[in-house]
């Protein structure tokens, strides 16, 4: 998880008279939630300074804090629960009062011994689907059945927000993904866990229309 270039210039502060207010600790909790969601940049040898420890992760408390509760980091750019992909970066709400709680409570450290297990940084990242691609620009009817493997962003502006959704003939709805903040410099294709079935006829939608371009990643489904 890369942080803001302006939190870099920021001076480390200390919290060492701060008084304890909070019953979370990076070894119980924060360490959990920073293996999961940053380490993958935030790391010795990775793409931004390490938080792999409490000594190096208190000095940012409040900043770690502020870039998560704005949504600015980490940089997986789509809203927990619309939609359900491989690899999912993003903080829930309840991990977004977590981080608030401990950092707002001196960042204490708590009991080592809770620590869970570094991250195996040597895992394979998850495979791009190849298939046949589809642009979306506001409404799409589609004139087949296909599995949906996976949405590109292709020209959505920075700081922009969209939904994707996609109408079945049944009038029953599916939500697809939910962009916030969008920042291109961090683009990334969204991969499902499962990929949703659109019969022909589904009407896939961006909302609000004129948000952004998205490319579906598709697998045509061949009537039996």
Request: proline share 12%.
């Amino acid at each position: 998880m890369r942080w803001a270039r302006a939190i870099l210039l920021l001076p480390a502060f200390a919290l060492a008279h701060d008084p304890i207010s909070t019953k979370i600790t990076w070894g119980r909790e924060i360490s959990r939630l920073i293996y999961a969601h940053c380490a993958s940049c935030h790391r010795e040898g990775g793409t931004a300074f390490s938080l792999m420890t409490w000594r190096q992760a208190r000095p940012w408390a409040v900043a770690i804090k502020d870039e998560v509760l704005e949504r600015r980091m980490p940089p997986w750019g789509a809203v927990d629960g619309f939609g359900d992909f491989r690899d999912d970066e993003a903080l829930t709400e309840t991990d977004l009062q977590i981080v608030a709680a401990w950092a707002e409570g001196s960042a204490p450290e708590g009991d080592p011994v809770l620590l869970p297990p570094a991250p195996d940084f040597t895992k394979p990242a998850v495979p791009v689907p190849t298939g046949p691609e589809i642009l979306v620009d506001g409404r799409l009817e589609l004139k087949g059945a296909i599995r949906l493997l996976a949405i590109r962003p292709t020209q959505v502006p920075a700081g922009a927000s969209l939904q994707v959704t996609a109408r079945q003939p049944d009038g029953s709805v599916e939500p697809l993904l939910w962009l916030y903040n969008y920042q291109p410099r961090f683009t990334r294709t969204y991969v499902y866990r499962e990929p949703p079935a659109l019969p022909a006829g589904t009407v896939v939608e961006t909302s609000p229309a004129n948000a952004g371009t998205l490319a579906l990643i598709v697998e045509p489904v061949r009537p039996p």
